[in-house]
């Protein structure tokens, strides 16, 4: 099993271009979270899901949107990136009967 | 005030001394997490707690409910330990099981 993966691993974006974040799972689980990274804070959702076809906002969801389509995709897409969201981006996975999240390796974003 | 602090932010050890990483969380939870996030990057879950402690080789969990903390330890600690320690709450009726992060612990084990 590859786990949790996400594509890519580092992107440099210019502000006001767009981009899409791939998060793939092969575990089969239910729930998917976006999480994004910055110095001196902890991790803070963005948006997540319960389950194929469903998504709902976290902490910092403005400037954000995704798509659950497929139960193993989780897309996170900019539509127009800014400097503010320079940051290292994380998915994570997790079944239903555990509240243990399993998490890809991380996107390093800049936004110059 | 965050819901979830960590203290220290940064530890410095020797190899093989005992670390204690600490957690105290301001909300009603009903599970606590401990994770380690590699110097690479990567992120792996250690622990889950609602009540007492866990044990998984040279790292021990704890948990008081009452007093709202949790630590951290680490026995006998050896440089491949270097990383930083994040806690996490899952608070009381939130939707998603989502998680509420503390800032993490950096730690560093000198040979």
């Known amino acids: 099993n590859a786990g949790v993966t996400q594509t890519p691993k580092f992107r440099v974006l210019k502000t006001g271009q767009s981009m899409t974040l791939l998060c793939a799972q092969d575990?089969?689980?239910?729930?998917m979270y976006w999480y994004r990274q910055d110095p001196g804070m902890g991790l803070r959702l963005i948006h997540y899901s319960v389950g194929e076809g469903t998504t709902a906002k976290g902490e910092v969801p403005d400037g954000y949107n995704v798509s659950r389509l497929k139960k193993q995709n989780f897309l996170l897409g900019l539509e127009s990136a800014a400097p503010s969201q320079t940051s290292v981006y994380f998915c994570a996975s997790r079944p239903t009967a555990t509240d243990t999240q399993y998490f890809g390796p991380g996107t390093r974003l800049t936004v110059l | 005030k965050n819901e979830v602090e960590q203290s220290p932010q940064n530890l410095t050890a020797q190899e093989g001394e005992f670390i204690t990483i600490n957690c105290s969380y301001s909300v009603g939870i009903s599970a606590l997490h401990w994770l380690q996030q590699h110097p690479g990057g990567g992120i792996v879950s250690l622990f889950m707690l609602s009540s007492g402690k866990k044990k998984h080789g040279r790292l021990i969990a704890t948990i008081n409910i009452q007093e709202k903390h949790s630590s951290l330890h680490i026995t006998a600690s050896h440089p491949r330990d270097s990383a930083v320690y994040i806690c996490a709450v899952r608070r009381r009726e939130t939707s998603g099981s989502r998680l509420t992060f503390g800032e993490g612990t950096q730690l560093t084990v000198n040979p």
């Open positions: 575990m089969n689980h239910e729930y």
